[in-house]
């Protein structure tokens, strides 16, 4: 993280402040979007600053972006194609795709973010072609068939409902359009291979955590909490929108932690990721199931099924977003 960022001591402390002063709704849905915003807002500094460091987790993200840039460009959509990107943070996603001639929409919860994309737009000399406003994920306010493509990278963690944010993505797509919507894989390897982190053992942590704040034990968690899904899940999330996948990956091996504690410093992890990674990629392609974010690419069919059909498949689908404990 880097230096200008605020400790997680100070951002909690910030939150309670809001909270006695009544900015947080006790509303759970309102409470945990503003909780978000909150957390972006001030570490908005550290990720603009993210993918120019060195670091793992920074690595990953970097490779992230990069598979989705490299997905865009596989589409090879018109010159000027409107793209709408959902939680643009810092907009070094917004900048790569408007340098690549496309009209770009970039909405944000956080206007610091938004102020963030208008100046590296304008650094950039692509201005013209970025347009950034506050917006929602659960209620975009553009009308049907809006967009070419719609990018949601790294922002269904934070989502308080996954459905109704892809269903809204797929509103805003024109019939044929693409959308590429990553999120935190459950089964990341480091995570299974972690007894404190296996998936399978997370109602059960999730119990003994809850009874250990009601004794005071443990503190009781003030900032946002971010979901993670099964590749199964999501993915049942986007077929229930109507959304077809054309294809997938995931991208990230680590950090490798035992009993959470973390096993190598970074620069062994980061050689020891792009080798699982390269390993994933060409011999051993059951590894991707365990990358940390995955990254499918998603179309809306051209001929829209009939709302009773649709509507009957998404009570069928089974599509949740529960937290990870």
Same mark, same amino acid.
């Given at each position: 993280?880097?230096?200008?960022?605020?400790?997680?001591?100070?951002?909690?402390?910030?939150?309670?402040?809001?909270?006695?002063?009544?900015?947080?709704?006790?509303?759970?849905?309102?409470?945990?979007?503003?909780?978000?915003?909150?957390?972006?807002?001030?570490?908005?500094?550290?990720?603009?600053?993210?993918?120019?460091?060195?670091?793992?987790?920074?690595?990953?993200?970097?490779?992230?972006?990069?598979?989705?840039?490299?997905?865009?460009?596989?589409?090879?959509? !018109?010159?000027?194609?409107?793209?709408?990107?959902?939680g643009c943070g810092a907009g070094l996603?917004?900048?790569?795709?408007?340098?690549?001639?496309?009209?770009?929409?970039?909405?944000?919860?956080?206007?610091?973010?938004?102020?963030?994309t208008r100046q590296a737009a304008k650094?950039?000399?692509?201005?013209?072609?970025?347009?950034?406003?506050?917006?929602?994920?659960?209620?975009?306010?553009?009308?049907?068939?809006?967009?070419?493509?719609?990018?949601?990278?790294?922002v269904a963690p934070w989502l308080h409902?996954?459905?109704?944010?892809?269903?809204?993505?797929?509103?805003?797509?024109?019939?044929?359009?693409?959308?590429?919507?990553?999120?935190?894989?459950?089964?990341?390897?480091?995570?299974?291979?972690?007894?404190?982190?296996?998936?399978?053992?997370?109602?059960?942590?999730?119990?003994?955590?809850?009874?250990?704040?009601?004794?005071?034990?443990?503190?009781?968690?003030?900032?946002?909490?971010?979901?993670?899904?099964?590749?199964?899940?999501?993915?049942?999330?986007?077929?229930?929108?109507?959304?077809?996948?054309?294809?997938?990956?995931?991208?990230?091996?680590? *950090?490798?932690?035992?009993?959470?504690?973390?096993?190598?410093?970074?620069?062994?992890?980061?050689? &020891?990721?792009?080798?699982?990674?390269?390993?994933?990629?060409?011999?051993? !392609?059951?590894? &991707?199931?365990?990358?940390?974010?995955?990254? !499918?690419?998603?179309?809306?069919?051209?001929?829209?099924?009939?709302?009773?059909?649709?509507?009957?498949?998404?009570?069928?689908?089974?599509?949740?977003? *529960?937290?990870?404990?």
């Amino acid at each position: 993280m880097d230096s200008t960022a605020p400790t997680g001591r100070e951002v909690i402390s910030t939150v309670q402040r809001l909270r006695s002063q009544r900015l947080v709704d006790l509303n759970p849905t309102v409470e945990q979007q503003k909780l978000v915003d909150i957390h972006f807002r001030h570490f908005a500094n550290f990720w603009r600053n993210l993918y120019h460091a060195d670091g793992l987790f920074e690595v990953i993200h970097q490779q992230r972006r990069a598979i989705v840039l490299g997905l865009v460009d596989e589409l090879a959509l !018109p010159s000027g194609s409107h793209i709408l990107e959902i939680g643009c943070g810092a907009g070094l996603t917004t900048i790569g795709l408007a340098k690549r001639g496309y009209t770009v929409h970039a909405i944000d919860t956080v206007d610091l973010m938004l102020a963030l994309t208008r100046q590296a737009a304008k650094e950039a000399g692509v201005k013209d072609r970025v347009m950034t406003s506050l917006g929602d994920a659960h209620a975009l306010a553009f009308p049907e068939g809006s967009f070419s493509l719609v990018i949601g990278m790294g922002v269904a963690p934070w989502l308080h409902s996954l459905n109704r944010a892809i269903t809204e993505c797929a509103r805003v797509l024109r019939p044929g359009g693409y959308s590429i919507f990553t999120t935190d894989n459950r089964w990341r390897l480091n995570h299974v291979l972690d007894p404190v982190f296996f998936p399978p053992l997370r109602n059960a942590r999730r119990r003994v955590r809850t009874l250990l704040e009601r004794f005071k034990v443990l503190r009781v968690p003030t900032g946002p909490r971010p979901n993670k899904h099964s590749i199964r899940g999501f993915d049942a999330c986007l077929a229930a929108a109507g959304l077809e996948k054309i294809k997938s990956t995931t991208v990230g091996f680590g *950090p490798f932690t035992l009993f959470d504690v973390k096993l190598l410093p970074d620069s062994l992890g980061v050689r &020891l990721h792009n080798k699982l990674q390269r390993l994933a990629d060409s011999k051993y !392609p059951l590894l &991707l199931h365990f990358g940390s974010q995955y990254i !499918p690419l998603v179309r809306k069919p051209r001929t829209q099924e009939s709302g009773g059909v649709l509507a009957l498949r998404r009570s069928v689908a089974r599509c949740s977003a *529960p937290q990870d404990a």
